[in-house]
């Protein structure tokens, strides 16, 4: 069975509303923020202080974030509206180094735009031992509207762990939550939301193939869409859809798979209408209707299972989220130190107590055979007493490197941001190691003066970029640098 990590949500963003989804120990939640017109269009931000209200708004609605302002929930986020383009390819059957470039290559000539403004990414759906053949599916979308969204998720209160279109959402809905169907079948999906038409092609539970039509293309001078208007579209788009199905894969349809938030009746008869295939309703296994969360409830799915899956997170998230790991590892320490200082305090003070009380009852005794055995005792004590006072120096010690850790990532961060530069990565292993640092820029000059900031900080000794170091990727520059701390105290 699925297991699924109960502090990853699933986010869903279309133009119209926020759903989240998360698994509150036993029990699923759904909560939802409508968003006004002109906030997001076709999966872009155009308002970020609207956007950002509207995120804290729908992250106020979770009960366990209640009384932790700074605590960010993390989510793997389903783009609803966005233009993700999805392509599924054929590759012989190869493996190793062969296969990874034989993919790259068909995801070059695959791509709807220069890869350099995109991000995509890429699985293997199956692979036929038989046929030696293998199925790969990829998935594409334009830089901007990812990298424009994740800081404002940052800002709000989440993380994005991963970024996914909400079609492939929808598909692991239907493989791991509906057990009533055959997932050796092929289905077509009709799916009606608030963002438009979308068909998509399901073999073996992946997301082959899709099409979608959004409700602005439908309708028509003052934007309303008549039934009769609805109906042909639907009946259009699935003939097109049922067509290239067959042109492509020889396995008969196990029918139409229909869910809706509205309108599904009416969907269900008009394709009932042109095809002889069973149009089916899906029933899910979550205790509750599902038709308005599937994409949500899909992308929270995916955060129990881990890696293989298509993400377009790209840059931006990852360096949200390594900022956002780093952040947590020296809050952790921050707390932990003080804690173990306080016991190892208590329990000093307890055991100096105790000598004091065993010292006046030798005083007190007078005996030489009693005070021989007693002072023996005293002298262990104090042997204790010596051990808890050097773990009271390490924990000491401790909280000053958390401290002083804290204090390195800021500065470094700062100059970072003062040189346009996008740190991805930075290897702190203590004082007297030297710290790794990689990251991205805009034009090789950024990085230049990233390095001479760091040259310039008395704080920072040994700062090395070799001109190898700085190489171009797509439309940026990655870099790779290191230095060692001089001992300076960091004010």
Same mark, same amino acid.
């Given at each position: 069975?699925?297991?699924?990590?109960? !502090?990853?949500?699933?986010?869903?963003?279309? !133009?119209?509303?926020?759903?989240?989804?998360?698994?509150?120990?036993?029990?699923?939640?759904?909560?939802?923020?409508?968003?006004?017109?002109?906030?997001?269009?076709?999966?872009?931000?155009? $308002?970020?202080?609207?956007?950002?209200?509207?995120?804290?708004?729908?992250?106020?609605?979770?009960?366990?974030?209640?009384?932790?302002?700074?605590?960010?929930?993390?989510?793997?986020?389903?783009?609803?509206?966005?233009?993700?383009?999805?392509?599924?390819?054929?590759?012989?059957?190869?493996?190793?180094?062969?296969?990874?470039?034989?993919?790259?290559?068909?995801?070059?000539?695959?791509?709807?735009?220069?890869?350099?403004?995109?991000?995509?990414?890429?699985?293997?759906?199956?692979?036929?031992?038989?046929?030696?053949?293998?199925?790969?599916?990829?998935?594409?979308?334009?830089?901007?509207?990812?990298?424009?969204?994740?800081?404002? @998720?940052?800002?709000?209160?989440?993380?994005?762990?991963?970024?996914?279109?909400?079609?492939?959402?929808?598909?692991?809905?239907?493989?791991?939550?509906?057990?009533?169907?055959?997932?050796?079948?092929?289905?077509?999906?009709?799916?009606?939301?608030?963002? #438009?038409?979308?068909?998509?092609?399901?073999?073996?539970?992946?997301?082959?193939?899709?099409?979608?039509?959004?409700?602005?293309?439908?309708?028509?001078?003052?934007?309303?869409?008549?039934?009769?208007?609805?109906?042909?579209?639907?009946?259009?788009?699935?003939?097109?859809?049922?067509?290239?199905?067959?042109?492509?894969?020889?396995?008969?349809?196990?029918?139409?798979?229909?869910?809706?938030?509205?309108?599904?009746? /009416?969907?269900?008869?008009?394709?009932?209408?042109?095809?002889?295939?069973?149009? @089916?309703?899906?029933?899910?296994?979550?205790?509750? $209707?599902?038709? /308005?969360?599937?994409?949500?409830?899909?992308?929270?799915?995916?955060?129990?299972?881990?890696?293989? /899956?298509?993400?377009?997170?790209?840059?931006?998230?990852? $360096?949200?989220?390594?900022?956002?790991?780093?952040?947590?590892? @020296?809050?952790?320490?921050?707390?932990?130190?003080?804690?173990?200082?306080?016991?190892?305090?208590?329990?000093?003070?307890?055991?100096?107590?105790?000598?004091?009380?065993?010292?006046?009852?030798?005083?007190?005794?007078?005996?030489? #055979?009693?005070?021989?055995?007693?002072?023996?005792?005293?002298?262990?004590?104090?042997?204790?007493?010596?051990?808890?006072?050097? $773990?009271?120096?390490?924990? @000491?010690?401790?909280?000053?490197?958390?401290?002083?850790?804290?204090?390195?990532?800021?500065?470094?961060?700062?100059?970072?941001?003062?040189?346009?530069?996008?740190?991805?990565?930075?290897?702190?292993?203590?004082?007297?190691?030297?710290?790794?640092?990689?990251?991205?820029?805009?034009?090789?000059?950024?990085?230049?003066?990233?390095? !001479?900031?760091?040259?310039?900080?008395?704080?920072?000794?040994?700062?090395?970029?070799?001109?190898?170091?700085?190489?171009?990727?797509?439309?940026?520059?990655?870099?790779?640098?290191?230095?060692?701390?001089?001992?300076?105290?960091?004010?």
């Amino acid at each position: 069975m699925l297991h699924v990590t109960s !502090d990853v949500g699933g986010l869903e963003i279309t !133009d119209q509303v926020l759903r989240l989804a998360y698994l509150d120990k036993e029990t699923w939640r759904f909560v939802a923020t409508v968003l006004g017109p002109g906030v997001m269009q076709r999966g872009a931000v155009k $308002d970020p202080v609207t956007l950002a209200r509207a995120l804290q708004e729908l992250r106020s609605q979770v009960p366990f974030l209640h009384g932790h302002p700074g605590r960010k929930m993390t989510v793997v986020v389903s783009l609803g509206s966005a233009n993700v383009y999805t392509q599924s390819f054929t590759l012989p059957l190869l493996q190793g180094e062969e296969l990874k470039k034989a993919i790259d290559l068909n995801v070059q000539m695959s791509s709807p735009d220069d890869l350099a403004k995109s991000y995509f990414g890429s699985r293997v759906l199956a692979s036929d031992a038989g046929a030696m053949r293998i199925q790969i599916a990829s998935a594409f979308i334009e830089r901007s509207v990812v990298d424009d969204l994740i800081p404002i @998720l940052f800002e709000a209160g989440f993380v994005a762990i991963d970024v996914e279109s909400r079609a492939i959402s929808l598909a692991r809905t239907i493989r791991e939550r509906t057990a009533s169907l055959d997932s050796s079948r092929s289905y077509l999906l009709l799916d009606i939301d608030d963002t #438009g038409i979308d068909f998509l092609v399901l073999r073996n539970g992946e997301l082959y193939f899709e099409y979608q039509t959004p409700w602005t293309d439908l309708g028509d001078a003052k934007g309303q869409v008549t039934m009769e208007r609805f109906n042909e579209a639907v009946t259009a788009n699935f003939r097109q859809v049922f067509n290239f199905y067959h042109q492509r894969w020889q396995e008969e349809l196990g029918g139409v798979l229909v869910v809706a938030v509205a309108f599904g009746k /009416e969907a269900s008869s008009a394709i009932a209408g042109v095809t002889t295939l069973p149009v @089916l309703s899906p029933a899910f296994n979550a205790g509750e $209707d599902m038709q /308005e969360w599937l994409a949500a409830y899909g992308a929270a799915l995916r955060g129990g299972i881990g890696k293989g /899956e298509i993400s377009l997170s790209g840059d931006v998230a990852a $360096d949200a989220y390594h900022k956002q790991q780093t952040i947590a590892f @020296l809050d952790f320490w921050s707390v932990l130190v003080p804690v173990t200082l306080g016991i190892l305090v208590a329990t000093l003070a307890l055991a100096y107590n105790f000598l004091g009380g065993i010292t006046n009852e030798v005083v007190a005794s007078g005996a030489p #055979g009693g005070q021989g055995k007693l002072m023996s005792q005293i002298a262990a004590l104090q042997a204790s007493s010596t051990a808890f006072n050097n $773990d009271v120096s390490l924990a @000491l010690a401790a909280q000053f490197s958390a401290d002083k850790s804290h204090d390195i990532f800021d500065r470094l961060d700062t100059m970072a941001a003062s040189s346009s530069v996008t740190l991805s990565r930075v290897t702190f292993q203590g004082a007297s190691a030297p710290v790794f640092v990689s990251g991205i820029a805009s034009t090789a000059d950024d990085i230049v003066q990233f390095r !001479d900031y760091l040259t310039a900080d008395p704080a920072f000794t040994g700062v090395n970029l070799p001109l190898s170091a700085i190489q171009p990727s797509g439309s940026m520059y990655s870099f790779s640098l290191t230095f060692s701390l001089s001992g300076h105290v960091i004010p």
